[in-house]
């Protein structure tokens, strides 16, 4: 039997989650980019950079991010129980990092030391991972629990790091402007790389039929704006055609609109639950068993025509 | 040990939503939210169309993926296979929501009633303001469940500990019983018939058994 259509069960199809809005959206994008800025800002300083402009930032960044997440949640003023559960839950790792992660950051900008500065960088670098981790670890959404959806978060939380720090360094001179335009390069061509390979697997593992048009939709357009513009103004900017700086700049701002962008999408509209399914139509009477049925999925039946 | 299982017979069941209603009337829940659902599904193509019925609900998983994620631990899971929420302690972040492969969770945010802002008389009784802005789910009725170690009824067997849904099913399509109990119906009826679980593969352990056609 042919499973074309289903009909009065839309319950059963996978739906776009409705539960976390733009300020929970808002905490993955704000959160990434600062733990990002802070982890390449700490390092940069080995170079000879400036830590307090970048470092405000950073954790301005993050602050605006929980905040926004604060107001999204059911009982705010019960939000120090999000500390309970350390053993596995990621939720309550992200706060205890972002805790340790402010008392270090401030420490860092009051005294300057490099040993503060460093931490305060792993802490970000802690920060952005626990944040892809909160995302990998629901399994209700098959978008974020897709085993390549780890690395691209970090990937471009990483990358608008190093984009924010590129148009902070317009303010500061004496810092290597080279090595750090290629590091940016390196990580613009990474995050395509985890991008192309999250897609790719989406597609070939099974992701319900909306996330998979939603991150389609998106892909031409991230290729363009958020790797190849970038990459080529990185590339003038080498071959002396214009101000390696301001390329960088200009790139840097490229990579954090659309990763913003990706992580904004990725949370409020690539976010479709697993939906329901049948492994087997039960027996009516003297008949057979009818086939399975998971509609809503591409290449399984049921999907809904 | 004990575990709590249900077994729903998709072979009986005839989408009557006695149970939907029934779970309604035995915890309050606000319109929009149903913590039983029948879902009626029309597939194939005509002629050859088939019509089924799935009651769905949480599961009560082995490996509770809402419990793994909670950060609060106001989600847990008991000793008897029952996955409970404390109310006191959820902060309404909705990370269990997401983490359930289910679609078993829901959140109020505001008071919400049958006929407009103001409840009728039963909704006014029974209206617990401890259930707003917290995830809440199908407890398999865990008042009862909890009511058979002092009465030591046994639950799936004695009504008055039994999940009411389960009373209520006119075709006795729903079983609920302890899987660790040799004599229990739930287990008898599973090593008679063919089953799965949804989502099997996801790793989480459901508590609830689909039986689809006799062994």
Known sequence: ?305 | MTRFAMVVDLRRCVGCQTCTAACKHANATPPGVQWRRVLDIESGEFPDVRRSFLPMACMHCDEPPCEEVCPTTATKKRSDGLVSIDYELCIGCANCVMACPYDARSIVHEAKFAYGDKPIASEAIRFDPDRINVSTKCTFCIDRIDLAHETGQIPGVDPDVTPACVNSCISGAMQFGDLDDPDSNVLRLLSETQHFRMHEELGTGPGVYYVWDRA
């Open chain 1, 1 to 305: 039997m042919k499973i074309r259509r289903v009909t009065n069960s839309d319950r059963m199809m996978p739906r776009a989650q409705t539960n976390w809005d733009w300020r929970a959206a808002a905490n993955f994008v704000f959160g990434g980019s600062g733990g990002g800025l802070l982890f390449f800002a700490a390092l940069a300083t080995l170079a000879g950079a400036g830590f307090i402009a970048p470092g405000v930032i950073g954790l301005a960044l993050i602050a605006t991010g929980l905040t926004c997440v604060w107001f999204e949640i059911g009982r705010p003023f019960r939000a120090l129980n999000v500390y309970l559960h350390p053993s596995s839950s990621w939720m309550t790792r992200e706060a205890t990092v972002a805790t340790v992660l402010f008392a270090c950051g401030f420490a860092s900008l009051w005294f300057q030391a490099t040993a503060l500065i460093l931490l305060t960088g792993l802490l970000g670098l802690a920060f952005v991972y626990s944040q892809a981790r909160i995302l990998s670890t629901n399994k209700g959404i098959p978008a974020w629990r897709h085993r390549r959806c780890l690395p691209l978060v970090v990937s471009t939380g990483l990358t608008e790091g190093a984009g924010l720090l590129a148009v902070l360094l317009l303010w500061q001179s004496g810092v290597p402007i080279v090595p750090f335009a290629l590091l940016l390069l390196a990580l613009v061509v990474v995050r395509y790389l985890a991008w192309r390979a999250y897609l790719d697997g989406l597609s070939s593992d099974g992701a319900p039929a909306g996330s998979l048009a939603v991150l389609g939709a998106m892909r031409d357009r991230f290729l363009l704006f958020g790797h190849a513009a970038p990459a080529l103004l990185i590339a003038i900017g080498l071959t002396g055609f214009a101000s390696l700086a301001w390329a960088a700049a200009f790139a840097g701002v490229a990579v954090v609109a659309t990763g913003w962008q990706l992580k904004y999408t990725l949370v409020r509209r690539a976010a479709f639950n697993q939906g329901l399914s049948l492994q087997h139509l039960p027996v009516r009477g003297a008949g057979a068993p009818g086939p399975a049925l998971k509609p809503g999925w591409p290449g399984t039946p049921g999907q809904k025509v």
